[in-house]
């Protein structure tokens, strides 16, 4: 699992408002153009933004028509938390 690449991804709060208007527009997803209005980007930043989400793995995108759709991937942001419940777990027993 790619942790700090999903984490570093989120930590950024035009990401991360991405990240939760793809989660709740599921499972129609929502174009570039319309994500760079909602949040008050500009086109070319929210491209940048989009990129490193897709890197992370936290968005995927198809292209209908002359029109990329952009939806939000879920699973991993459930394998992170999964692994830092473990973690937590881990961290617990050693003080026990």
Do not use: W
Request: proline share 2%; with cysteine; net charge positive.
């Amino acid at each position: 699992m790619h942790a700090m690449q999903v984490m570093s991804a989120l930590a950024q709060a035009t990401r991360l408002e991405v990240f939760r208007l793809l989660v709740d527009m599921l499972p129609n997803g929502m174009a570039s153009g319309d994500l760079a209005t909602a949040t008050a980007t500009s086109p070319n930043t929210m491209s940048a933004h989009l990129a490193i989400l897709t890197r992370a793995g936290l968005v995927d995108s198809n292209k209908v028509g002359r029109t990329v759709i952009y939806r939000a991937e879920t699973s991993t942001v459930e394998e992170l938390s999964e692994f830092l419940v473990l973690a937590c777990a881990r961290g617990r027993k050693t003080r026990d």
